[in-house]
């Protein structure tokens, strides 16, 4: 397994995508949530306390699309065998309306019992929009990251972040991290985003989100090569889930199939990755048409000491 604190990972990140520029920059840091103030403040409303959850939890992530349509999205996790039992939801594109107190993954965890954490990371039409974390348990540790914007210039309206929070459960922590990647990246530099999140994270965690694998050659990051007129594959998705794997982590969603649906072809964009924990039960959920991406669950259990 390879586990490094330099370079290693991101060379063979290279390797597998002909990279020729690595970034040697500071990297992003993690900050505690209640250290940002102002217009980008992130907000927090726990659960109240509870027993620690067993050694196993069922986790979601689902892109919303422009905010959640809070009366069908939480009548859909509510009604559903697999989404009700939801401990922990990773949330992509949740918005705090221009005007309004708090975001509309206030009202979606109140209406299913839980808690929630937000972070907003950019501006779009006048609202304020960003990740979110509901949590059936207390989320304890919330950190937030700013990733680096590798290569989308002004094309990207996003500033892409990173939400860190420990679950405790009856085995230990969970460390879960929600991520919202950019879409207009080519491997290297998807890779070189993503890795300030991942590449120190303690084990046992998983990492959820809208990785935006999409099935493209990005030309000067304004232009997609579409597969059938690119000299080799183009799954991004199938590369991100070997650079994951060469640095540590599981990747149990990679066979689940597609979780975007849209023009001209149905991708696999979203992922569960994890680090020191066994996943079983798992897929994805097309019924829910509120967004064009599915959401997508899986089991995770701590393994029990030897």
């Known amino acids: 397994m390879v586990r490094d604190r330099g370079r290693l990972d991101v060379l063979v990140a290279c390797a597998l995508a002909a990279c020729t520029d690595v970034n040697d920059g500071p990297p992003p840091v993690w900050t505690p949530w209640d250290q940002l103030e102002g217009e980008f403040r992130p907000e927090l409303v726990q659960v109240e306390p509870a027993p620690a959850p067993p050694e196993r939890l069922r986790v979601v992530s689902y892109n919303v699309l422009e905010g959640i349509d809070v009366d069908e999205d939480a009548a859909f996790f509510a009604g559903h065998a697999d989404l009700a039992s939801a401990d922990v939801i990773a949330l992509q594109e949740v918005r705090r309306r221009a005007g309004a107190p708090a975001a509309d993954a206030a009202d979606f965890a109140q209406r299913l019992g839980m808690g929630y954490a937000f972070l907003p990371a950019y501006v779009q039409d006048g609202d304020l929009e960003g990740v979110a974390l509901v949590s059936r348990f207390p989320l304890r540790d919330v950190q937030i990251l700013r990733l680096r914007d590798e290569g989308a210039g002004d094309l990207e309206m996003a500033a892409r972040v990173a939400l860190r929070a420990t679950i405790d459960t009856a085995r230990g922590p969970i460390r879960v991290v929600n991520v919202h990647l950019d879409v207009r990246l080519n491997v290297p530099e998807r890779v070189l985003q993503l890795r300030p999140a991942v590449i120190d994270l303690p084990s046992p965690a998983a990492v959820l989100g809208d990785f935006n694998t999409n ?71 097309r019924r829910l048409h509120t967004s064009d991406h599915w959401p997508i669950w899986l089991d995770v259990r701590i393994p029990a000491p030897r």
């Open 215 to 285: 099935d493209y050659v990005w030309f000067a990051e304004r232009i997609p090569i579409r597969p059938l007129d690119a000299v080799a594959s183009t799954s991004q998705a199938d590369a991100l889930d070997e650079y994951m794997r060469a640095i540590g982590f599981a990747t149990p969603t990679a066979y689940f199939g597609d979780t975007w649906h849209g023009s001209p072809e149905d991708q696999r964009l979203d992922a569960v990755f994890t680090r020191g924990l066994r996943s079983s039960s798992g897929g994805v959920e």
